[in-house]
């Protein structure tokens, strides 16, 4: 599966993602797995719960309200750079 956006210079630098990953800087299979699980392992199970215990059992402390945003904004970004590494790995197959 390729797509073509905007002629193909949508990006500055590119990541290879190779089964064998046979030259330095390029990121195998079995390592974008593992950086997509370590990601949403922080992100979705360590963080939503940090955002969750902060407003639920944490409002008496002035700094729960920057916990509660680090634990619902930090996951997303994750996400979006799952979504986006996850496009590169499907447009590179």
């Known amino acids: 599966m390729k797509s073509n956006f ?18 330095p800087g390029d990121i195998t299979v079995d390592n974008f797995f593992a950086i997509h699980g370590i990601g949403q392992l922080i992100g979705w199970n360590i963080l939503v719960t940090v955002g969750y215990i902060s ?9 729960w309200l920057i916990l509660h945003f680090i634990g619902g ?21």
């Open 73 to 93: 904004t930090i996951p997303s970004l994750f996400s979006i750079g799952i979504i986006i590494s996850t496009l590169i790995r499907i447009n590179t197959s």
């Open 55 to 63: 407003a639920r059992f944490l409002k008496h402390y002035p700094w």
């Open 6 to 23: 905007h002629g193909g210079n949508f990006i500055i630098t590119s990541i290879t993602i190779t089964p064998g990953g046979s030259t």
